[in-house]
Each structure stands twice: as structure tokens, then as C-alpha cells.
């Protein structure tokens, strides 16, 4: 199995459960993560990724650490600084129109969105609600494109756009597509050499449907049109992807892949879960399982089954650990032996 990992986790695009896998898995093998200095979730993001933002690293002493997956913008000279040549480079994409839809729920206090009262309103007129001097701004617009790296507000000429992506291409092993999670996975377990177990998980930091709203087909279009760049992203990618599937795999097989994973996550939520599956987060009944309430999403959660033995009990409770909370025990983890 592959241990050397760079993901970059791209924002409203099912990330955080693709962390929780690398959060599983680096804890049960005992491996090390590229902290921010002092803990948290952010690796000098908005700003692009510095090494020394790295908690542990020195440039006297470069020190390799197994898995970088907290937030950054890529800037891939300072990751190389960080990790193992032969990391694995991988990242998320979504589906733009719903990513913005996303986006403007989660992220409504940011300057771009706070005055607009829809999305809708918001697309009107962009330019009256987003500035994009404002350090908050790449929230509103080509999120992913800023994620990855490049400039949102950049033109969209067939020439830059083709730059973009042979850079994406030249960084990233895999691009995961979040609309076909399962298949995903699939592709993950393979070229990381893992094991269903490990890239079986349950869906976090998802919305409640009370705070989903589908944009129109106008409003598609305006998306669409806003978010260029990363709709160019995203049609690329998404295209080869099914290229990937189709050359290195099959649709046969692949569907047999993806039943055996769904079969074991239906097995999985039988074991580790009261009711069927993700619950209000009201109705959440341990705080420690309770997810970061952010913006107007409301965030779903689980609620474990009481009796479990220890061992069921701690692999259940690593499959529903919002990203937050994990995160932190895992710093603790990491620099306990530090502590005087």
C-alpha cells in the first residue's frame, strides 16, 4: 500500500470525506501528516502552500511527512519540500453549478455573498457584490481553479485554459470526480494499492435537503458563465476520467467494484449506526460527533449504536468523526510526546 499521499482538498466537493479515509488510514498505520503550525485545518491557505508553514518542518533539516491533505492552495515546488518524491498526488472535483449553489450557502458571511440575498440576486449583478481585492473573494468565484493554484479572475482563452490544464495533468496522478463518488473510490483503492476497508466511508460534512436549493436552468447558465475556469476544469476532467474507467478497468468491472463497495458501506451502517443513516444536527446525541455548523448549511451527523464492543466501537467512531475533531486527536497524536 502506497503511504506517501498528497491530496489536495478542493472546497465544497465531498472532501471531507475523502479525508476522513486518509484521516483512517494514516491512524491505523501510524503515519505522519503535514500539520499547520499549531494545529488546525488551514495550511496557509488562502495564500499559496510555504513549507514552513508545516508544523516540524525546518530547512536545515527537511523532514518528510507521509500525508498532506489539510486545506492549501497547491503551489506543488513547496509540497515537493514536504513529502517523498513518489508521493501520490490526487485532488476532488464537482460538478461547478453545484458547488457555487454550495458554496453560497456555506460560505454566506463572506463579503461576495453577505449582501445578496439568493444566489440568484448574486448573479444578477456579480460585480456589484464581488470585489475581487477582497481576501475572501475566491470563495464566490472559480473556486477550484483557485484551489489548484491559478488566478480566478484570470480571461478565459482556449490557450490559458489549455496551460491550466496540462499543469493540472503534469501534478495530479488522479482527479476524483464527487458525482461518482463510489466509482471514485474504485479508482483510489487501485492506484493506491488499498483495501475496500480503507476506502470504504460514510458521507461527511453533507447538507441537510431543507438548506439545498437547485438553481434554474437560467441560473445554470449564469453558473456556468461565472465559473468558466472551472467549468473547463470540470468538463476536461470529468471526460477523462470515463477515458481512465474505460481503458484501465471496464464498466464491468468497475460495476462489480462498486456494488462490493456499497455492499460493505450497507454492512458497515448496519454495525456502527442507530437508524439508517445521517441524522439533524439536533438530534445528534454525542457532542463529540457534533459537525462544524457553518454559514446557512445545516450539516448533518451520525449517532453510533450503543453496546458495541471496543474494538467495533473505535472503528464505527473513526467512520463518523467530523473532520474537526479528528483532526485535532490526530495532532495531539502526532506532537503528544512533545508536551513537557
Known sequence: PKTDIVFLKVHKSASSTVINILFRFGDTHNLTFAFPVGGGNQLYYPHHFLARSVQGFSPSSPRRFNIVCHHMRFLQPEVQKVVSRSAVYFSILRNPVQLMESSFMYYKGTSAFSRAHSLEEFLSQPYHYYEPTKSDSHYARNLMTFDFGFNPDGEVSPARVQLMLKAIEASFDLLLISEYFDESMVLLKELLCWDLDSVVSFPLNSRHNSTKFPPSDA????????????????????????????????????????????????????????????????????????????????????????????????????????????????YKKQFAQKRP
Request: proline share 3%.
Open 219 to 330: 441560473i445554470v447558465e449564469k453558473i456556468k458563465d461565472w465559473n468558466r475556469l472551472d467549468w473547463e476544469i470540470y468538463t476536461h476532467f470529468n471526460r477523462t476520467f470515463w477515458e481512465r474507467i474505460d481503458r484501465d478497468f471496464g464498466r464491468e468491472r468497475m460495476q462489480r467494484e462498486v456494488k462490493a463497495l456499497r455492499e460493505r458501506q450497507a454492512e458497515l451502517a448496519r454495525t456502527c449506526l442507530q437508524g439508517t443513516g445521517s441524522v439533524a444536527p439536533k438530534d445528534i446525541k454525542d457532542s463529540s460527533l457534533q459537525p462544524l455548523q457553518h454559514g446557512n448549511a445545516k450539516i448533518l451527523g451520525y449517532n453510533l449504536k450503543q453496546g458495541l464492543d471496543k474494538e467495533t466501537e473505535r472503528m464505527c467512531r473513526r467512520l463518523v468523526t467530523p473532520e474537526l475533531q479528528y483532526s485535532s486527536a490526530l
